[in-house]
Nanobody, 125 residues
Framework: QVQLAESGGGLVQPGGSLRLSCVAS????????MGWFRQAPGQEREVIAR????????YYADSVKGRFTISRDNAKSTVYLQMNSLKLEDTAVYYC??????????????????WGQGTQVTVSS
């Protein structure tokens, strides 16, 4: 079992930045592809970034490409999501998740085995 705990959400103005953290416990995360998802009210949960278990490859949704950066520090069992140039439409609950599958295949929520509780990000002026 892997337990995931997100932190770092909050209220930020458009154009601002936030860094989310996801700390894992229970098992080593080096065996897992890690992903960040978000879910806005009335919308489906979407994967916005994912990272290879060793951090070699990263993938982003078009909606965040060039603004968000996913990274991981396996020694600290932590995955990060640096979010810059935030927009109103980035408002959502953000979740981190762990997948035992490869990073190429981990494109949907159904591919992930463990989830955090989520952290709210609100972008508002």
């Amino acid at each position: 079992q892997v337990q995931l705990a997100e932190s770092g959400g909050g209220l930020v103005q458009p154009g601002g930045s936030l860094r989310l953290s996801c700390v894992a416990s229970g098992r080593e995360i080096t065996s897992y592809t890690m992903g960040w998802f978000r879910q806005a009210p009335g919308q489906e949960r979407e994967v916005i970034a994912r990272i290879h278990r060793l951090g070699i490859f990263t993938y982003y949704a078009d909606s965040v490409k060039g603004r968000f950066t996913i990274s991981r520090d396996n020694a600290k069992s932590t995955v990060y999501l640096q979010m810059n140039s935030l927009k109103l439409e980035d408002t959502a609950v953000y979740y981190c998740a762990a997948s035992s599958g490869g990073v190429v295949e981990a494109v949907a929520a159904t591919k992930y085995d463990y989830w955090g509780q989520g952290t709210q990000v609100t972008v508002s002026s």
